[in-house]
């Protein structure tokens, strides 16, 4: 099944309407034309790199809710059955650009994946749930030593929303955009010049385990840095390594209050935490508890699930996204009002999310999807258009 930011973007119009996503959701109107079955994408391959590239698009068809993969034509094509153990996936692949090459496809009205590897097709697999996706926090995964990354994207009536994504793992460079009708482009996920091998430079040099958080091959390849949290699930990094400040907050606002304003559409919506014990107990305006939080544990906070989760509602899912931003940035000391919207305050205390702080450092524009709530406070790495005419997906060099 797909997870992590691909639940983020599978209901832009839900999203928005329940966790207050800074995602504007465009309706076309009678004079714009609908959006067509298919669009084009535009693959342009600048990786400087002379491997074959090998691309995949999967994910749920909106029109049926099946899963399945579509061709570079954009035809659909469903999962055969599964079995158990996972039996072989048909193969997907769309032979990608040569270095230096483009090669236009059509992606359909999917909530999906874009998958692309070098060198190697990845290896795909059914159960009878569905789609194994790779999981290359486990050694043992069949893809673990192929250099690959994917873009997550939904393109639906109300047009396309696509994103360039670390929320697994911070690997090959791309970046993401749409053309829109009146033929100006949107783009996002490029790195500065040399933000490949400077963040994996600053991975190394951050103690406390971070450096175990990046995978090579056996030929000295660098694949992949893992996110925090499959670091937490591997041993990579110690359960500990946010303790320090999750103390500090919970000691803080045991004598004052944490404000959070989850809705930039509704600033006289807040809502008032206080610790009491091991939980924060959040009251409304008029003093009545609406949700409570135990003390969160690290993999609640790089995850934002587990005692962060994150319902789709108008009240817990809210307020825990934006605990879990604040959290991640190590903003709740400097700023008892959250969201911290202002960027002058993330990752400046010595414990924070250093993967997440070290990839936006790199960012061109600044923008990442490196934990699963990073669209909070409009941070994250995603374009939107409403008529989109294309999309686009760049292999970026590898410096």
């Known amino acids: 099944m797909l997870r992590k930011l691909t639940r983020r973007i599978l209901a832009p119009a839900v999203a928005a309407a329940l966790l207050g996503a800074v995602l504007t959701v465009i309706?076309?109107?009678?004079?714009?034309?609908?959006?067509?079955?298919?669009?084009?994408l535009k693959l342009t391959n600048n990786s400087g790199r002379g491997d074959a590239v090998y691309v995949y698009t999967l994910g749920t068809l909106l029109s049926t809710g099946q899963q399945g993969w579509a061709d570079a034509n954009g035809t659909?094509?469903?999962?055969?059955?599964?079995?158990?153990?996972?039996?072989?996936?048909?193969?997907?692949?769309?032979?990608?650009?040569?270095?230096?090459?483009?090669?236009t496809i059509r992606i359909p009205?999917?909530?999906?994946?874009?998958?692309?590897?070098?060198?190697?097709k990845l290896v795909f697999k059914l159960t009878t749930g569905g789609l194994v996706q790779p999981a290359v926090q486990n050694p043992t995964d069949p893809n673990r030593n192929i250099l690959f990354n994917w873009s997550e994207y939904t393109l639906n009536d109300s047009g396309l929303w696509i994103n360039s994504t670390q929320v697994d793992m911070f690997s090959a460079p791309y970046a993401v955009g749409v053309q829109r009708s009146d033929g100006s482009t949107l783009n996002t996920g490029h790195l500065k010049s040399g933000g490949y091998t400077g963040f994996f430079n600053a991975l190394r040099g951050q103690p406390g385990g971070?450096?175990?958080?990046?995978?090579?091959?056996?030929?000295?390849?660098?694949?992949?840095a893992?996110?925090?949290?499959y670091g937490l699930e591997t041993g990579a990094?110690?359960?500990?390594?946010?303790?320090?400040?999750?103390?500090?907050?919970?000691?803080?606002?045991?004598?004052?209050?944490?404000?959070?304003?989850?809705?930039?559409?509704?600033?006289?919506?807040?809502?008032?935490?206080r610790v009491s014990g091991n939980v924060m107990n959040f009251t409304n305006s008029s003093g009545a508890v609406v949700t409570s939080f135990?003390?969160?544990?690290?993999?609640?906070?790089?995850?934002?699930?587990?005692?962060?989760?994150?319902?789709?509602?108008?009240?817990?899912?809210?307020?825990?996204?934006?605990?879990?931003?604040?959290?991640?940035?190590?903003?709740?000391?400097?700023?008892?009002?959250?969201?911290?919207?202002?960027?002058?305050?993330?990752?400046?205390?010595?414990?924070?999310n250093h993967y997440a702080r070290k990839i936006h450092a790199q960012m061109a524009d600044g923008k990442a999807y490196a934990f699963a709530f990073d669209d909070v406070g409009n941070q994250e790495s995603l374009v939107?258009?409403?008529?989109?005419?294309?999309?686009?997906?760049?292999?970026?060099?590898f410096n």
Not at 76 to 83: K, M, Q, V, Y
Not at 239 to 245: E, G, H, I, K, L
């Open 27 to 40: 309706t076309p109107s009678s004079a714009d034309a609908a959006v067509p079955a298919t669009i084009p």
């Open 294 to 352: 135990q003390k969160p544990d690290a993999a609640s906070i790089f995850g934002c699930y587990k005692y962060l989760d994150a319902p789709n509602d108008l009240v817990r899912g809210p307020i825990s996204r934006t605990l879990c931003a604040g959290f991640n940035r190590s903003t709740l000391l400097v700023n008892p009002n959250q969201p911290d919207t202002g960027t002058a305050n993330f990752y400046l205390d010595s414990v924070t």
């Open 210 to 224: 971070w450096a175990n958080l990046i995978q090579t091959r056996s030929d000295g390849t660098v694949l992949r």
């Open 226 to 229: 893992l996110s925090p949290t």
């Open 76 to 103: 659909f094509h469903a999962w055969p059955a599964g079995g158990n153990p996972p039996t072989p996936a048909p193969d997907a692949s769309i032979a990608g650009p040569a270095n230096g090459q483009t090669k």
């Open 109 to 120: 009205k999917f909530s999906g994946r874009i998958y692309f590897s070098y060198g190697q």
């Open 384 to 397: 939107h258009d409403g008529n989109p005419q294309q999309a686009y997906l760049t292999l970026d060099p």
């Open 237 to 273: 990094l110690p359960a500990t390594v946010m303790n320090d400040y999750i103390n500090r907050v919970w000691q803080k606002y045991a004598t004052t209050n944490l404000t959070v304003t989850p809705f930039t559409d509704q600033p006289n919506t807040k809502y008032f935490g």
